[in-house]
């Protein structure tokens, strides 16, 4: 068979003409001549199967530049590279959708935006770290700014301490924001994703470090929450403790299953093993939700070392005494160490006040 006119071409390889001169000026799908003459594309019957994978990418919305690297591949290759970037897509469409979730929610009760001066409010915060007394090293990082409260846990290793300081050092611009909520949600969802990007450059030959990470961000009378991994925030209000997030790990995966209760996940050898953290195996999903900060609420940002070893109700004890927050870091950090603190420490306490 000779070579085929573009609209002949075309119209095999379920393209458009106009689709065929694009893919030509970018280097991806060139015609096999081009008449001297009239100056038309002729293709190679040969060039079909790169033409209909090529159709076959578009249609799933990979990116040109994406298309040209996987057609240069071999086909084992680039099936792994065509599964690499559908997990990636479908990991952005379920944090897209979550979102949108949020956001309707919080449309849905007036939108309020989170820089109404008639209902500000601010906090009074104190943080706190210590190495615990079995480890030698500290992989903890705990923040306490004027509007930014954060706690990263980094796995222990060689880039843990510099995985936590990095995933908190990429919320910190966020402190400059005085946008409406709906907004800082989605600043806060890429800037997670910033945050993640960090941490993976810190990888090594040898070593991939990962870190939980679990923030706060206060603009008027409203609270951003953000949460990957398993560190945790709690809100003490009305002298009642609730626990605000839920840990990434594969022991809360099999309790949601009813698979394991609640007792023996709390004493299971694999209670620690994250299945979402930054830096890890595949883009990251952060919870995201937005709160409403009331005079008199208490919050409490801690890493495992604290909530795996310190019992809930002297969690609850300890926030609730009329102490300053930095005493009551103080306070929780003790309680861990009479538990023997086998982990790093790391605590955040709030009060949020009127302003």
């Keep these: ?8 071409f075309a119209r095999a390889a379920r393209l458009t003409p106009k689709a065929l001169r694009l893919y030509d000026r970018v280097g991806l799908l060139a015609p096999a001549a081009v008449d001297p003459e ?5 293709y190679d019957p040969a060039q079909l199967p790169v033409a209909r994978l090529v159709a076959q990418l578009r249609r799933l919305g990979m990116p040109l530049a994406t ?4 057609c240069d591949l071999d086909p084992a290759a680039a099936a792994e590279a065509i599964t690499a970037y559908w997990r990636q ?3 952005d469409t379920a944090a897209r959708a979550r979102l949108a979730t949020l956001l309707v929610d919080h449309l849905s009760e007036g939108g309020a935006t989170m820089s109404d001066p008639n209902c500000a409010v601010a906090v009074r915060c104190a943080a706190g770290c210590d190495t615990g007394l079995v480890r030698d ?3 903890d990082t705990a923040y306490a700014g004027g509007r930014l409260l954060a706690v990263a846990d980094g796995m222990r290793g060689p880039g843990g301490a510099a995985a936590s300081a990095a995933a908190v050092d990429a919320l910190k611009p966020l402190e400059l924001t005085d946008v409406p909520a709906v907004d800082l949600l989605t600043m806060l969802a890429g800037v997670v994703s910033d945050a993640d990007r960090a941490v993976r450059g810190l990888a090594s030959d040898a070593d991939q470090p990962v870190t939980t990470l679990t923030a706060l961000l206060l603009s008027g009378a409203q609270l951003a929450l953000v949460h990957v991994g398993d560190t945790r925030a709690y809100l003490l209000r009305d002298g009642e403790l609730s626990l605000l997030t839920q840990d990434h790990t594969w022991v809360q995966a099999q309790v949601d299953q009813g698979r394991l209760d609640r007792d023996q996940a709390a004493t299971h050898p694999q209670r ?5 953290a930054l830096g890890g195996g595949r883009q990251v999903e952060a919870d995201l939700a937005l709160r409403a900060a009331q005079p008199g609420d208490r919050y409490l940002l801690c890493s495992d070392g604290l909530s795996a070893v310190v019992a809930r109700a002297d969690l609850r004890s300890a926030l609730a005494a009329p102490a300053a927050p930095e005493d009551t870091v103080r306070e929780l950090i003790e309680l861990a160490r009479a538990e023997g603190a086998p982990d790093n420490i790391a605590c955040v306490v709030a009060d949020v006040v009127a302003a």
């Design 272 to 276: 620690a093993v994250l299945v979402r």
């Design 89 to 91: 897509v479908s990991a």
């Design 1 to 8: 068979m000779g070579l085929m006119t573009i609209g002949a």
């Design 67 to 70: 298309i040209r690297v996987v």
């Design 38 to 42: 009239s100056g038309y594309r002729l």
């Design 137 to 139: 090293s500290n992989e």
